[in-house]
């Protein structure tokens, strides 16, 4: 069983950082693909950012230049620095581990919010 665990999220102003981080328990993190969603209000969760387990990484084109995920498999976390941030950005974020091992399952975290405003 995989546990996931966000903190780091919060009220800025725009134009400020943050960064999330999501910590995972389990061995199978270190050969697994990380992923980072959103969910606006009102909104479906979409996908903004993921990692593989080599460090190749994908960004969803509205945070290409403004986030970069990372991940420390020694401490089983995934981050996701977010840069230049925008009122649009304001989301609950969630991590999210495909199984490597079995592909019907994945794990989600709780959700972080991040409150972008003025």
């Known amino acids: 069983q995989v546990q996931l665990v966000e903190s780091g999220g919060g009220l800025v102003q725009p134009g400020g950082s943050l960064r999330l981080s999501c910590a995972a328990s389990?061995?199978?993190?270190?050969?697994?693909?990380m992923e980072w969603y959103c969910q606006p209000p009102g909104k479906q969760r979409e996908l903004v950012a993921s990692?593989?387990?080599?460090?190749?990484?994908y960004y969803a084109d509205s945070v290409k230049g403004r986030f970069t995920i990372s991940r420390d498999n020694a401490k089983r976390t995934v981050y996701l620095q977010m840069n230049r941030l925008r009122p649009e950005d304001t989301a609950v974020y969630y991590c999210?581990?495909?199984?490597?091992?079995?592909?019907?399952?994945?794990?989600w975290g709780q959700g972080t919010q991040v409150t972008v405003s003025s």
């Open positions: 999210r581990l495909p199984d490597p091992l079995v592909p019907e399952y994945e794990y």
């Open positions: 990692i593989t387990r080599g460090g190749i990484t």
């Open positions: 389990g061995s199978i993190f270190s050969i697994s693909a």
